[in-house]
Nanobody, 129 residues
Framework: QIQLAESGGGLVQSGGSLRLSCATS????????VSWFRQVPGKEREGVPC????????EYSDAVKGRFTISRDNARDAAYLQMNNLKPEDTAVYYC??????????????????????WGKGTQVTVSS
């Protein structure tokens, strides 16, 4: 059974940092891309960064480029999101996701949440001003 579980969220002041973790089980993460999304109430999930299966394909949205870094440890079947210089507009529930199919290993169209098949339950990140 494929499972993903996020952790590491919390309350942080503007300018602070957090490191989110995504623990996976039930499959070999090394074969798949992994992506982080975030969502605020009333809005669609926003693709933040994505890392291809070998870590070589990494894409970031303009909103987080230069501040967030995605990484993965295939040996541990885990992915991470280092978030620096956090801003109040980064407040959201953060999810990690993976997918199967033709684009399972890459980040093609990563921002479309409908293209991702497996999700964790999310972790809340709150940035105070």
């Amino acid at each position: 059974q494929i499972q993903l579980a996020e952790s590491g969220g919390g309350l942080v002041q503007s300018g602070g940092s957090l490191r989110l973790s995504c623990a996976t089980s039930g499959f070999a993460l090394e074969r798949y891309a992994v992506s982080w999304f975030r969502q605020v109430p009333g809005k669609e999930r926003e693709g933040v960064p994505c890392a291809g299966r070998d870590g070589g394909i990494t894409e970031y949205s303009d909103a987080v480029k230069g501040r967030f870094t995605i990484s993965r440890d295939n040996a541990r079947d885990a992915a991470y999101l280092q978030m620096n210089n956090l801003k109040p507009e980064d407040t959201a529930v953060y999810y990690c996701a993976t997918r199967y199919g033709m684009n399972a290993g890459n980040c093609e169209g990563y921002r479309n949440a409908n293209d991702w098949d497996y999700w964790g339950k999310g972790t809340q990140v709150t940035v105070s001003s």
